[in-house]
Nanobody, 126 residues
Framework: VQLQASGGGLVQPGGSLRLSCAGS????????IAWFRQAPGKEREGISCSRQRFGSTSYANSVKGRFTISRDNAKNTVHLQMNSLEPEDTAVYYC????????????????????WGQGTLVTVSS
């Protein structure tokens, strides 16, 4: 199981980016997928997740209404569309996967995931 995160970069406040998490060696549709981020000097934060069976999603309050997680099962990829970006969104973003069935209440919990991508840096600055 391998995950490859991409799509990070430098964007101005108010701008948008779309992150991608491509899976290889497994069928991504069978896995719960989450996005985490870690800003300098801060702990890693679970910001969004998508459960595998019912497609239900969860978002942290810090990104709710601005970020959207979606699956493209044909491409074995999960996207994170990020709109209205703020300087506080600056962080390294990671995707993670687990085949375990998770309750929606736990699907943004770091310890729930078995596989991690390498991270992609998002910088929001003017």
């Amino acid at each position: 199981v391998q995950l490859q995160a991409s799509g990070g970069g430098l964007v101005q406040p108010g701008g948008s980016l779309r992150l991608s998490c491509a899976g290889s060696g497994f069928i991504l549709g069978d896995y719960a997928i989450a996005w985490f981020r870690q800003a300098p000097g801060k702990e890693r934060e679970g910001i969004s997740c998508s459960r595998q069976r019912f497609g239900s999603t969860s978002y942290a309050n810090s990104v709710k209404g601005r970020f959207t997680i979606s699956r493209d099962n044909a491409k074995n990829t999960v996207h994170l569309q990020m709109n209205s970006l703020e300087p506080e969104d600056t962080a390294v973003y990671y995707c993670a996967a687990t085949r375990r069935g998770l309750m929606l209440s736990e699907c943004r919990r770091e310890g729930a995931y078995d596989y991690w991508g390498q991270g992609t840096l998002v910088t929001v600055s003017s």
